[in-house]
């Protein structure tokens, strides 16, 4: 049997970079157009804003990044320009975030036209309501973003969907698509969750793909990138081999990771 592979991705518009990323094993690049509203919505929350361009993405593009995802803004009346620009730019996908309904995945699907992969961000209360009606349809990728799933949730953490089981229950909604959520470090990187923790929640949820978030660049500093990205590959394969007791003792272990984080955010 084929052992489970966990695609990475690491969001940069730096093109040495993400060359050196994929040499050492990492699955592509993403380049994030999400802007409109976010500043606002995000406001007092720890959270990255990038101001990528087309003109990034053709770079990456003309560097031969084999995966290129752009993610770009909500739904709205630009939808058809951004994914035409990601398009004529080398996007080999598509990644449509804060989605709320069946509709605005539907006009996503309609304008890529088969022209590339398409994804969404699974980040709203009424996401999560509609989320058999999202699974419906012909999306190549599903992401839980957790950042701005606890904002429209009104969660008290980012890891509150994580423990709830909400991720759990999303992912045997999705059971097509490629599903991810949460982000990676370095395998002993990672606070105030531990890495470790997260791959074995990633693991235990057949995860397909996820982010690596801006943690990794930090503490990839004087490491060996290629090395880092076989740890993480070599033990998502181990956990993959676990039995049902030992990943219910991951699970306690991820909970309980939680919970102090909690106690000592509120301290």
């Known amino acids: 049997m084929t052992a489970p592979k966990l695609s990475l991705f690491l969001f940069t518009t730096d093109c040495g970079l993400a060359r050196h990323a994929v040499a050492a094993g990492i699955d592509g690049a993403v380049v994030d157009w999400e802007q409109a509203g976010k500043r606002s919505r995000q406001d007092g929350f720890d959270t990255e804003i990038n101001a990528d361009s087309p003109e990034d993405l053709g770079r990456l593009t003309a560097a031969g990044i084999p995966r290129r995802l752009c993610r770009v803004n909500a739904f709205g009346p630009q939808l058809a320009a951004e994914v035409e620009s990601a398009l004529a730019n080398g996007a080999t996908d598509v990644l449509l975030p804060m989605v709320t309904s069946a509709a605005e995945v539907t006009a996503l699907l309609r304008q890529v036209d088969g022209r590339g992969r398409t994804g969404i961000l699974v980040e709203t209360r009424e996401a999560c309501a509609h989320a058999a009606e999202l699974a419906a349809l012909a999306v190549d990728f599903v992401y839980v973003g957790l950042n701005d799933l606890a904002i429209s949730r009104r969660s008290a953490s980012i890891f509150t969907a994580v423990a709830d089981g909400t991720v759990e229950r999303l992912r045997s909604v999705f059971v097509t698509q490629a599903f991810g959520f949460g982000g990676l ?17 990633m693991a ?6 996820t982010f690596l978030r801006r943690s990794f660049k930090r503490e990839i500093v004087a490491r060996d990138m290629g090395a ?4 993480l590959r070599d033990r998502f394969a181990a956990l993959g081999r676990r039995d049902p007791g030992e990943r219910d003792r991951d699970r306690g272990a991820l909970l309980a990771a939680i919970q102090r984080a909690e106690v000592a955010r509120s301290a």
């Open 185 to 201: 470090t370095v395998l002993d990187g990672g606070t105030p969750i531990p890495c470790a923790r997260l791959l074995e929640e």
């Open 204 to 209: 235990r949820l057949a995860c397909d793909f």
């Open 228 to 231: 880092e990205v076989a740890r």
